[in-house]
């Protein structure tokens, strides 16, 4: 606490913390929500706690990782075994029509 106080009195701040989403596909629809983030950690042999959050995003996972540990789980998910199970996607953008689906982008 007395470091924090004497960083606010200094005005130094702690440097920012970079955030990185990528978009893989390969895990199952039926794989439970509460499990994929410790499922993607352990695919990737990735610090379980650098993989902050995964969201389903249509048949991919979105994964939101620390800024150091995405290039290394990038570089796991290329090579085998985990690339048995997964394949990145490059260029996803999840706002594009293409995201949603033939249902939602027909209602469009």
């Given at each position: ?16 913390v ?31 706690r650098?993989?902050?959050?995964v ?37 996803f ?8 689906g ?7």
């Amino acid at each position: 606490m007395t470091a924090l106080l004497q960083g606010g009195v200094t005005g130094r701040r702690p440097p920012p913390v970079v955030l990185r989403t990528i978009y893989v596909w390969g895990i199952a629809r039926t794989a439970r929500a509460h499990t994929l983030r410790g499922l993607l950690a352990d695919v990737s042999d990735v610090d379980r706690r650098a993989v902050l959050d995964v969201d389903r995003v249509g048949a991919l996972k979105e994964v939101n990782l620390l800024g150091d540990a995405a290039a290394a789980f990038e570089a796991a998910v290329r090579r085998p075994p985990a690339s048995d199970a997964l394949s990145l996607v490059n260029g996803f953008d999840p706002r594009s029509p293409a995201a949603l689906g033939g249902l939602r982008r027909g209602q469009l």
